[in-house]
């Protein structure tokens, strides 16, 4: 079968994930700076009490001020050597600035401090799938899942990794729990397509790209728009082929 753009779109839903930890609207915005001026007066209060620092460096965080964030993070480490909270925290700074190891080593700490910080996991296997091990994503997720079974877009990453790693029937497995969860995410359909062509069920594969192009303003459409015209062209060559050798 011809290879039809090579599938390029890997990793377009971890991406949006990623973003969705940090990027809110205008009013969720404008609440931050707000509390940024709240937890700024509170720190010059309380100083020596890792809370107001903790606080404020979220603050920050939501902002997408990261090295500020970073410093109160470290400030309430400095008071409070074992606040876990801090060191999740820290581990999200990381993240953004694309230290992906110094994230995943904040990660392990907090989890080693408390283990109830289950988002850890989560944020864990983001990590790991970003550095391509996918054997280590697929245990922080289902790890998490394991808590947190509806939680959007989980299971859809967990697709991912075993998509990454050929794993088909695992990967159609967790597209579809992420449309039992999450009905109207679209996203298992674009992959669910890409799965089924290297399966070789171009019809199966159709269907779901297709499905994928109901929706308005779909990343990536115009690129799943260009594949699913290709693999008509190349299945109307091919059942006129046949027709022609029945002759």
């Keep these: 079968m011809k290879n039809f753009g090579g599938w390029a779109?890997?990793?377009?839903?971890?991406?949006g994930v990623i973003l969705l930890l940090s990027v809110g609207t205008y009013h969720r915005n404008e609440r931050w700076r707000s509390d940024l001026e709240l937890w700024k007066d509170c720190v010059?209060?309380?100083?020596?009490?890792?809370?107001p620092h903790h606080n404020l460096g979220f603050a920050y965080y939501e902002l997408g001020q990261w090295d500020e964030a970073k410093r109160e993070f470290e400030e309430a480490l400095q008071l409070n050597p074992h606040y876990a909270l801090s060191m999740y925290n820290l581990g999200l700074v990381f993240y953004q600035k694309g230290l992906t190891d110094k994230a995943i080593h904040w990660y392990q700490r907090a989890?080693?401090?408390?283990?109830?910080?289950?988002?850890?996991?989560?944020?864990?296997?983001?990590?790991?799938?970003?550095?391509?091990?996918?054997v280590k994503a697929i245990e922080?997720?289902?790890?998490f899942l394991e808590v947190k079974p509806d939680y959007k877009n989980a299971h859809l990453n967990l697709?991912?990794?075993?998509?990454?790693?050929?794993?088909?029937?695992?990967?159609?497995?967790?597209?579809?729990?992420?449309?039992?969860?999450?009905?109207?995410?679209?996203?298992?359909?674009?992959?669910l397509g890409e799965i089924y062509m290297e399966m070789g069920l171009v019809p199966e594969a159709l269907i779901h790209f297709r499905k994928a192009l109901e929706t308005p303003h779909l990343s990536g459409a115009d690129r799943i728009r260009k594949w699913v015209q290709s693999i008509e062209k190349e299945k109307g060559k091919w059942e006129s082929q046949q027709g022609t050798n029945t002759k």
Excluded at 9 to 15: A, Q
Excluded at 44 to 51: D, F, L, V
Excluded at 125 to 130: E, R
Excluded at 140 to 143: D, N, P, Q, R, S
């Design 9 to 15: 779109i890997y990793g377009l839903i971890l991406g």
């Design 111 to 134: 989890l080693e401090i408390d283990s109830t910080i289950t988002d850890s996991y989560y944020n864990l296997g983001l990590a790991y799938h970003k550095k391509g091990d996918f």
């Design 159 to 191: 697709g991912l990794a075993y998509q990454r790693l050929k794993e088909w029937d695992k990967a159609i497995q967790s597209f579809q729990k992420e449309f039992k969860y999450h009905p109207e995410n679209v996203y298992p359909h674009v992959y």
């Design 44 to 51: 010059k209060k309380s100083p020596r009490k890792e809370r």
């Design 140 to 143: 922080a997720y289902c790890t």
